[in-house]
Nanobody
Framework: QVQLVESGGGLVQPGGSLRLSCAAS????????MGWYRQAPGKQRELVAS???????NHADSVKGRFTISRDNAKNTVYLQMNSLKSEDTAVYYC?????????WGQGTQVTVSS
């Protein structure tokens, strides 16, 4: 059974930083494409960043230069370092895993950017 457990969300002031973590189990993590998505109230879920098993990364234009996705295969964990946070980054952030055509989601972690 695949489990994705996110952590690291919270309340932060504009300009601040947070690091999200997603610990995976029940999958072949080394070959999984891992991603972070977010969903703000009243909006569709959108891709924030993804990283393949080989380490190729993709970041949404809205977060390029501010967010960085990375992975630690020894710990079966993917990270999202978020810097220079803006109010529009407020959303529930979800971890996603795709491997061999199968897709799994975490439960989500709330990120609120507010003064």
């Amino acid at each position: 059974q695949v489990q994705l457990v996110e952590s690291g969300g919270g309340l932060v002031q504009p300009g601040g930083s947070l690091r999200l973590s997603c610990a995976a189990s029940g999958i072949n993590f080394r070959i999984a494409t891992m991603g972070w998505y977010r969903q703000a109230p009243g909006k569709q879920r959108e891709l924030v960043a993804s990283i393949t098993g080989g380490g190729y990364t993709n970041h949404a234009d809205s977060v390029k230069g501010r967010f960085t996705i990375s992975r630690d295969n020894a710990k079966n964990t993917v990270y999202l370092q978020m810097n220079s946070l803006k109010s529009e980054d407020t959303a529930v952030y979800y971890c996603n895993a795709r491997v061999f055509g199968s897709e799994s989601w975490g439960q989500g972690t709330q990120v609120t950017v507010s003064s």
